[in-house]
């Protein structure tokens, strides 16, 4: 037992400190959006972007998120429909040395503000 909670709590040091991006509510979000030059991106795939998206959001569905190419230390928000996917779009391009990414945390089920249709 005493093995299995020790491996537990390794698993979960190594989990958290690997994130290395930031998870933010929808007021931040809104915050940062007024007041910096960033990009905000919707993981989730064209139909479902197409059905309501966040205002000036660019779709690049997940599978696609590591052809992006901005400066690395681009400020980018990601968010799907739960933070589930834009969580490991985030993980991707920690890994691809982007520096300044933000999460949309609960996605569009948080968001709480007017969404944009095509």
Request: hydrophobic fraction near 40%; glycine fraction near 6%; charged fraction near 25%.
């Amino acid at each position: 037992m005493k093995k299995i909670v020790s491996f537990l709590f390794i698993c979960l040091f190594f989990t958290a400190c690997g994130k290395n991006f930031t998870t933010i509510d929808a007021n931040k979000a809104v915050e940062l959006m007024e007041s910096e030059n960033v990009v905000v991106i919707d993981v989730r795939d064209k139909e479902e972007y197409n059905s309501g998206h966040i205002a000036n959001a660019i779709n690049i569905p997940l599978d696609d998120i590591n052809s992006i190419n901005y400066d690395k230390e681009t400020i980018i928000i990601l968010y799907c429909n739960t933070s589930i996917r834009s969580s490991e779009a985030a993980s991707e391009l920690v890994s691809l040395g982007y520096s300044n990414i933000y999460n949309l945390d609960g996605g569009l089920l948080n968001w709480g503000f007017e969404l944009e249709e095509e």
